[in-house]
């Protein structure tokens, strides 16, 4: 199973959520996540989405207790979903962080050159960028976006006027290098998730990663070494209804090895550190919703 | 530096920062296409190295990707670009 962008509900099953939300209608929209959440872990087609990760994560699971790990898996992503809805509509968010990894990211972003936030799909991701629109600095968000999806980022509710733009790059190839890189050059912030190959064109790096091989990204690490840019590897979790930044840590690549995979793979293995760690402490909030894993995808 | 020179340094440090191996400055010509399979066939990565070029080896930033789409045509495109920052 390929990853796709385009999510599970509808156009009208979103403006549904949309709609209670504006209405200041939390309660009903949380009463309804759970029924929804349940319907769709009955679905086989649903449940095998999730049970790529879910499987390796939790290998001796009888399909009772897996189907339970499906629930709060979805449970979670579904809860997700909803705090982005309103904070994006009511401006309305808990935010917080452990103080030395608030620490990291904003020392990195006081520094006079752009800046690259690397991610994954992982707890609040999206909602874990709130933390920089406190920085001055315009804001990029590398994003592959499928045609027909309905999905919403919280900023694009319109909900706030911002004193500097948000942008999503959505563009591949060539296009994406110049957009990148020229935000960069403007010493702006590029936020990017570095657990998904978006187009099969992409160079790319096989590392270990929960029992079994996956491959990552490798652009990311390469444009920080050409544009001599850090990267902050950053992760937040969604706890009790509040967004928490989690981890944070810095990493500098040294000028001419963006043709280097080797030499650029201890880098690509700190974020995977990173992305085990998270794995470990928060089961219920890694979100790729397809088979990650080399070994299985010919299957 | 006029227009002529430009083109040249740029043929020049384009085959040498971007690490172009099987190239010489000399088969570059001044309107080959830079990226894509025909003309000089730079990639996605050697995009951000060009911009970091431009920026360290004549001193001009470039604005947007949007800017970067039109002057990253040629040599000619890029030069004709360069030159009119300077004189600005």
Known sequence: MKWTSKSLGSRFQHNFFYFLIRFRLVFLARLFIYFIVFYYTLIPSVRKRSSYYLQRRFPNSTPFTMWKHCYKLYINFAFLLLTRIIYGIQNNCELDAIADEKQKLMDTLKEDTGCIILTAHIGAWQMGLLELETVQRPINIVQFIDPGDNDKHYFEHDAKTRPHPITVISSLGIQASLEISTALQNNEVVCMTGDRIAHESEKKIEVPFLGGKIALPLAHFSIASIAECPIVITFSVLEKNKIKGVWAERISIPKGIHRKPELLLPYVQRFVVGLENMVEHYPYQFFNFYDMWLENNDK | ?88
């Open chain 2, 1 to 88: 530096m006029t227009n002529e020179e430009c083109r040249e340094s740029l043929k020049i440090n384009i085959v040498k920062d971007l690490c172009l191996e099987d190239m010489e400055a000399s088969d570059i010509l001044d309107d080959s296409p830079l990226f894509g399979n025909e003309g000089v066939g730079l990639d996605s990565l050697d995009a951000v190295e060009l911009v970091v070029l431009v920026e360290k080896r004549y001193g001009v930033k470039i604005a947007s990707a949007a800017e970067a789409s039109t002057i990253f045509i040629s040599i000619s495109t890029l030069a004709d670009y360069i030159i009119e920052k300077k004189k600005a």
